[in-house]
């Protein structure tokens, strides 16, 4: 199995196209003076502003692990965001019945989906690389509908919360944002930027890159791909559960909550061009914008319908992405 050119290019490669970097903060520029203009209150974009980059945050580490499954095992991962909902419900259980408090729940929720990520794919995907691309979609959607049902069985169907001990609103730039919305925003780009780390600055790091990059010659340099596989798509796993864990107190709980986080997650890689990890995290932050600054440019509309006119505009223009590359 060879991945696809786009994503050969682009998996975990660290340089930034920093003059497309500028024309998209350019355009983000216009978009907040219009909201201003729109709204006529400099608080309520500071608002709007301050919220879409906490949220964007989230958004972004979502994305790098479902980006970093696809540029290394050419897999679009539907379940990605079932694991996500999972996490949220281990969240939740071991904070209702433990007394724990949710950041410490946080490792535990990590670790546990690294390992349910790397039995997944060794005990269900793994017989399904190289398989037609249809085959992989199908396994990852059934995957996502069991787990979405197996936690309507357990849990039932009425929403739950998590509460963040001591959580108020601390003021930024004019605007309050909740202390918990602050700590899940600096825990994902912590996490975020481990990750970098971990793929550019470690041997497995490197080892996932040269797999990304062409597995035939990872395999005749002495790698071994199916253990690279199996640890990449628990690493990706992992970044569900951590995001899982750190938005539990600022969602509704259901077993459908993944869902939702799965719609963006798939526009924020699409738009950061498939397989960029780093691209991921940057349009994370721009779909966060988007949607906090078009609910103010279109009053009375879904938020969603700003991301998803961001989406198309950028798909036509740029087929590749924010920050994919050409060729």
């Known amino acids: 199995m060879t991945t696809t050119a786009p994503a050969d290019a682009a998996a975990t490669r660290p340089p930034l196209p920093w003059g497309r970097v500028a024309w998209v903060l350019g355009v983000i520029v216009v978009a907040i ?13 500071s608002q709007a502003v301050v919220t879409g980059i906490l949220v964007g945050g989230v958004y972004g580490l979502v994305a790098m692990g479902l980006t970093l499954i696809f540029g290394v095992l050419d897999i679009v991962n539907f379940a990605h965001g079932a694991f996500l ?44 690389m190289g398989r037609p691309l249809e085959n992989q979609l199908l396994i990852t959607l059934g995957l996502a509908m069991i787990i979405e049902n197996a936690l309507l069985l357990l849990f039932g169907a009425d929403p739950r919360s998590v509460a963040l001990p001591g959580d108020r609103g601390v003021p930024i730039l004019g605007a309050v944002a909740d202390l918990s919305r602050i700590l899940a925003f600096a825990g994902a780009i912590v996490l975020a930027g481990l990750l970098f780390l971990l793929l550019q600055r470690t041997r497995l790091g490197t080892a996932i890159r040269a797999v990304a990059a062409d597995q035939a010659g990872a395999e005749l340099v002495g ?19 951590a995001a899982g864990a750190l938005v539990a107190p600022l969602v509704t709980i259901e077993p459908t909550t993944g869902a939702q986080f799965n719609i963006i997650a798939f526009v924020v890689v699409v738009l950061g061009g498939m397989g960029n990890v780093v691209g991921a995290l940057l349009s994370g932050l721009v779909i966060g914008l988007a949607e906090q600054v078009g609910g103010l440019l279109l009053p009375g509309q879904s938020p969603l319908l700003s991301v998803f006119i961001v989406f198309v505009l950028v798909l036509f223009l740029r087929p590749q992405g924010l920050f994919g590359r050409s060729g």
Do not use: E, K, N
């Open 85 to 128: 909902a999972l996490a949220l419900f281990a969240t939740y259980w071991l904070v209702a019945s433990t007394g724990m408090h949710p950041y410490v729940a946080l490792g535990i929720c990590t670790v546990v989906m690294f390992v349910l990520g790397a039995l997944v794919q060794r005990g269900i995907l793994a017989g399904a």
């Open 223 to 241: 790698i071994d791909t199916r253990r690279i596989y199996m640890l990449t798509f628990a690493i990706g796993t992992a970044c569900a559960g």
């Open 33 to 45: 003076v219009l909201a201003y203009v729109q709204s006529g209150s400099g608080i309520v974009v």
